[in-house]
């Protein structure tokens, strides 16, 4: 079989991508559109709710006078979920199409949570097979080294960075959410 060369002009590619793509489930149907943007932004939505749910529990317990062995367990807790929704953040960043600023505020909070739970684990080590009287139920962290009051602090700082970062895409999820709405109008 001879090949042979064809011209095509820049729309008749246009055209035939637009084509290959829709064949493959792309989004020139609308409501496929707005079924992706909307798990997109529900999903986003939900860890923003979960980051703000964790916050708010946490600093309930800051204000409280509690263990440090309770204090520095509950550290440990919130790094296995800082866990889960980072990966749910890294899962999620490629499904954002449109809106670059978006993206890039899910990729700052997803460096947010990674930093913070890797700043957590240093803080509040746990390992049972480790027993030592001065360090009970297996913590082995620095936050043992650390006065209560030092303790707090340092957990403070931690949430209060990841909530800014939550905080500036709970913003952009409502201004995405517009103009999603706007987008879709626009297509009916």
């Given at each position: 079989m001879s090949k042979k060369i064809i011209r095509i002009t820049e729309s008749d590619l246009v055209k035939i991508v637009k084509r290959v793509i829709n064949e493959q489930g792309?989004?020139?149907?609308?409501?496929q559109m707005a079924t992706h943007s909307g798990s997109v932004l529900g999903g986003l939505g939900k860890i923003v709710d979960s980051i703000i749910e964790m916050l708010h529990q946490s600093l309930q317990a800051i204000g409280r006078d509690i263990p440090k062995t309770?204090?520095?367990?509950a550290m440990t807790k919130m790094t296995d979920v800082l866990d889960l929704i980072e990966d749910n953040l890294r899962k999620i960043n490629p499904e954002i199409m449109l809106n670059r600023d978006l993206r890039k505020s899910v990729s700052d909070l997803r460096k947010s949570v990674k930093k913070g739970k890797d700043r957590l684990r240093t803080i509040s080590s746990f390992n049972k097979r480790f027993y030592d009287p001065?360090?009970?139920a297996g913590l082995t962290?620095?936050?043992f080294s650390m006065g209560d009051r030092e303790l707090n602090d340092k957990l403070s700082d931690i949430l209060l960075s990841i909530s800014t970062s939550a905080e500036k895409l709970a913003f952009q999820l409502v201004d995405e959410e517009k103009n999603m709405i706007k987008r879709f109008d626009r297509l009916n």
């Open positions: 792309g989004y020139d149907d609308p409501s309770e204090m520095m367990g001065e360090m009970p962290g620095t936050g």
